[in-house]
Every structure is written in structure tokens, then in C-alpha cells.
């Protein structure tokens, strides 16, 4: 995207891409509800000192859905998105994913009961988020068939 001279750059977060394969083989996604509208994100947050930026998804992953498993070092992809901010401002945001395989899901995490979440087919995931680009990130058949 293009930046107007003078506009402040886009922030980073990081989010974790939650998969598994089901019984029968099929990649399964995870999508959990945001705290504030309820609407369909993946876990993540603000990069975190003395983390690297694919440990702070993994984390996100674990405090806000309880996920283990094994995060990619390197992105899949990056989405945008306007986060208001708490006085009320927009910011355009740039959120980096990484993939996680998921391996378990722990009893008890910090956000536990805060949101909900539930595991998705790729495409049902992209048409339940907002973002126009991480749909068409959960869309990308080519960059998905890179998780095994």
C-alpha cells in the first residue's frame, strides 16, 4: 500500500495462523472472537521485548485460546487493518502470521471465558473474518498447502 507523504507508518503486531488436520486429513484453522465487537480474529498482539516476533504469536496463541504447538519462524503473510486506539484515533496496523501447528490445547489459560473460538475450513475461515487481505490470506490454497 501506498504512503502518503507526511502519514505516520503502520504499526506491527503479530497473530499466530492456528492448524491442524482433521481425522480425515482436511487443514482445519482456528479463529477466536475479539474481546470488544465479538467478530472473528486470530490470536494476536503487540510484539513484546525479549520475544521474537514469532514467539510473541505463539504466545498470543497460548493467552488468548490456550493453543501449544510448534510456530513457523518465518510468515506466511501479512494483513492491514484500522485498530482504534483507546482515545478514540485509528491506526493502520500491519499484522505479520506466522503458522502454528497446533498440538494440544491447555485447561486453563489467561483469557479463558473471554472469547470464543472454534476450528474452521479455509474458506468458511475467510468469509468469517473482516479483513479483505486475511481472507485472502486463508484463501491462498498455494500458501496454505505449505503447512504439514
Known amino acids: 500500500m501506498r504512503q502518503w507523504l507526511g ?4 504499526a506491527v503486531q503479530v ?15 482456528l479463529l477466536a472472537t475479539s474481546r470488544d465487537t465479538g467478530r472473528w480474529v486470530l490470536p494476536k ?3 513484546q521485548k525479549g520475544r521474537s516476533l514469532s514467539e510473541t504469536a505463539a504466545r498470543e496463541a497460548w493467552e488468548e485460546a490456550g493453543l501449544v504447538g510448534d510456530i513457523g519462524t518465518d510468515p506466511l503473510g501479512s494483513f492491514f487493518y484500522r485498530k482504534v486506539l483507546d ?4 491506526r493502520r496496523v ?5 503458522p502454528l501447528a497446533v498440538r494440544s490445547v491447555d485447561d486453563d489459560w489467561p483469557e479463558k471465558g473471554q472469547r470464543r473460538f472454534g476450528w474452521f ?9 473482516l479483513e479483505p487481505e486475511l481472507s485472502e490470506l486463508l484463501r491462498n490454497a498455494r500458501l496454505l498447502d505449505r503447512l504439514r
Not at 500491519?94 to 506466522?98: A, K, L, S, T, Y
Open 15 to 29: 497473530a499466530a495462523l492456528p492448524w491442524r488436520r482433521d481425522g480425515e486429513g482436511r487443514l482445519e484453522i
Open 7 to 10: 502519514a505516520k507508518p503502520a
Open 87 to 90: 482515545n478514540g484515533l485509528r
Open 121 to 129: 475450513a479455509p474458506q468458511e475461515a475467510a468469509s468469517n473474518v
Open 94 to 98: 500491519r499484522v505479520q502470521v506466522f
Open 45 to 47: 498482539g503487540w510484539p
